[in-house]
T-cell receptor
Framework: ETGVTQSPTHLIKTRGQQVTLRCSSQ?????VSWYQQALGQGPQFIFQ???????GRGNFPPRFSGLQFPNYSSELNVNALELDDSALYLC??????????????FGSGTQLSVL | QKEVEQDPGPLSVPEGAIVSLNCTYS??????FMWYRQYSRKGPELLMY????GNKEDGRFTAQVDKSSKYISLFIRDSQPSDSATYLC?????????????FGKGITLSVRP
């Protein structure tokens, strides 16, 4: 059973650029959630994808968008990067979209730095 | 006021100490309570899970939830240097915004040999 893998592990961009982060979910999982973790903070929910549809979104602007593919892998896209977007971006996969009684499996994250 | 508040850190204890980590919350809809452990440069991993009020024990770890006080705790007995990590409390509701976890900001624990 493979775990959640994210790529790239590190990324440096400049303000105004666009970035795409990728996530492969754990085998058998059809739900992917994305979280942003700023330095010294807990993860903040960005959105969740269940069977290729967005199912729940946190308090993030529309320039944060995502996709989920038929194999349940996922992408997070951020347009018009701002300095405050610098953070660790975490992907988590699970069997179910209701996460309260479900174990989320997190990847190691992509560390994004915006200069 | 944030939905979930976690005691600030960092926390440093000697090996063998009992550690108490705490969170408070304001959202009465939270029904599921979790503790995640995050090692440096890694993603969080689920350590303990509790539904509604009560206690749950797993080896050296005990999780407590007091819904009347909106307070949750994690106790670590006989702490080990390998327990050194950031501990995050997380919560979720059973209805409405049930697709997300709401995390505390985390507390970094260091266990000294």
């Amino acid at each position: 059973e493979t775990g959640v893998t994210q790529s790239p592990t590190h990324l440096i961009k400049t303000r105004g650029q666009q970035v795409t982060l990728r996530c492969s979910s754990q085998s058998g999982h059809n739900t992917v959630s994305w979280y942003q973790q700023a330095l010294g903070q807990g993860p903040q929910f960005i959105f969740q994808y269940y069977r290729e549809e967005e199912n729940g979104r946190g308090n993030f602007p529309p320039r944060f968008s995502g996709l989920q593919f038929p194999n349940y892998s996922s992408e997070l896209n951020v347009n018009a990067l701002e300095l405050d977007d610098s953070a660790l971006y975490l992907c988590a996969s699970s069997h179910k979209k209701v996460v309260g009684n479900e174990k989320l499996f997190f990847g190691s994250g992509t560390q994004l730095s915006v200069l | 006021q944030k939905e979930v508040e976690q005691d600030p850190g960092p926390l440093s204890v000697p090996e063998g100490a009992i550690v108490s980590l705490n969170c408070t919350y304001s959202n009465s809809a939270f029904q599921y309570f979790m503790w995640y452990r995050q090692y440096s440069r890694k993603g969080p991993e689920l350590l303990m899970y509790t539904y509604s009020s009560g206690n749950k024990e797993d080896g050296r770890f005990t999780a407590q939830v007091d819904k009347s006080s909106k307070y949750i705790s994690l106790f670590i007995r006989d702490s080990q240097p390998s327990d050194s990590a950031t501990y995050l409390c997380a919560m979720s509701s059973s209805t409405g915004a049930n697709s997300k976890l709401t995390f505390g900001k985390g507390i970094t624990l260091s266990v000294r040999p």
